[in-house]
């Protein structure tokens, strides 16, 4: 497959990609991208944070990634959107290797991942609002440091807790301003709680157009009331903890999410949602007994269409929603 140079975009200036999926090998037309998972990594590490003992790690063991991704596209994938921030191992070249190796469209994130997992030289609580979003807009307009690589997307921005804290707080207007500016999208990590509902809150106040929004991790928070109130206000609520089995609620709860979610079908919300896994961890791989990136296409789409989910409805949610918030405002 023939694919764009990183390099190529970038001297016809900021605003070569609006209009386009930007790619880390380089902007592509938005019908180029087929079925996307949209919340994913390839490598990450989260466990070198002292006093965590998890050992939490998705190793950047490439001969095993290429084979799990291989998998993915040959069950008809198209594109991966890469969320590994840094400070938890991105690595531009790392992705571009990935998306020449597999064919695969690979879509990388921008900004800094919560909490406890701020990298000290981004100097989160000593740089301004805007200083922050500089750094954001630089990766999407001319690339990560001298890579020339460009972000498709922001996030995952999150949270440590069902809270923002107050460094978490700037770091959420830094990427609304940084949306505004490049007209990239943003998605979150939000978990076991209502704090998407606080994350939107700090959004529309920075005056982000809340269609632009993508709330991580919905299905940790199986209520079907929060999952409302993110649709109702016009984001995308993103199930992507689909074929994950570290907890009981994982391992048993998503029966719940099929209803919830064709309770959001049914009210007319097709447009406002997303399915993933979240792969971040090595017991996740085929490689190792879990499900991969094919969980979807092996087990819970199948589980859609039992439930009466349409084929239409399918797609809107798999290829057209990634799509749309994926193509640069």
């Not at 907890?247 to 949602?273: C, K, S």
């Amino acid at each position: 497959m023939s694919r764009p140079s990183p390099a190529g975009p970038l001297a016809a200036g900021p605003d070569t990609a609006r209009g386009q999926i930007q790619t880390v090998l380089g902007p592509i037309e938005p019908g180029r991208l087929g079925w996307a998972l949209p919340h994913e990594h390839t490598a990450i590490a989260l466990w070198h944070i002292p006093n965590r003992w998890d050992y939490w790690e998705l190793r950047r063991d490439e001969p095993v990634i290429v084979e799990e991704l291989a998998a993915f596209r040959s069950a008809g994938g198209g594109a991966i959107v890469d969320l590994t921030l840094d400070g938890v191992g991105r690595d531009p070249a790392w992705l571009a290797g990935l998306a020449r190796t597999t064919g695969l469209h690979i879509v990388m994130g921008s900004g800094w991942y919560r909490g406890a997992h701020y990298p000290p030289e981004a100097l989160v609580d000593r740089r301004s609002v805007d200083a922050l979003a500089d750094v954001m807009v630089r990766d999407a307009t001319v690339g990560v440091a001298e890579t020339r690589i460009r972000s498709g997307i922001i996030g995952e921005i999150g949270t440590d807790k069902p809270w923002l804290s107050a460094q978490e707080e700037r770091v959420h207007r830094a990427a609304a301003r940084a949306a505004r500016r490049t007209g990239l999208a943003i998605t979150t990590h939000a978990v076991q709680s209502t704090v998407g509902l606080d994350q939107l809150d700090v959004f529309e106040a920075e005056g982000v157009d809340l269609s632009r929004v993508v709330i991580g991790h919905a299905d940790s928070n199986p209520s079907l009331d929060y999952h409302l109130a993110i649709v109702e206000r016009g984001a995308t609520v993103e199930f992507d903890f689909l074929g994950m089995s570290f907890t009981p609620l994982e391992r048993h709860g998503e029966a719940r999410i099929v209803d919830n979610l064709r309770e959001l079908l049914d009210r007319g919300h097709v447009e406002r949602i997303l399915l993933s896994q979240d792969v971040c961890h090595d017991s996740q791989l085929r490689r190792y007994g879990g499900n991969g990136y094919t969980y979807l296409v092996d087990a819970f789409l199948p589980r859609l269409r039992a439930a009466g989910v349409s084929e239409d409805e399918i797609r809107t949610i798999t290829i057209d929603n990634p799509r749309r918030l994926l193509t640069i405002a």
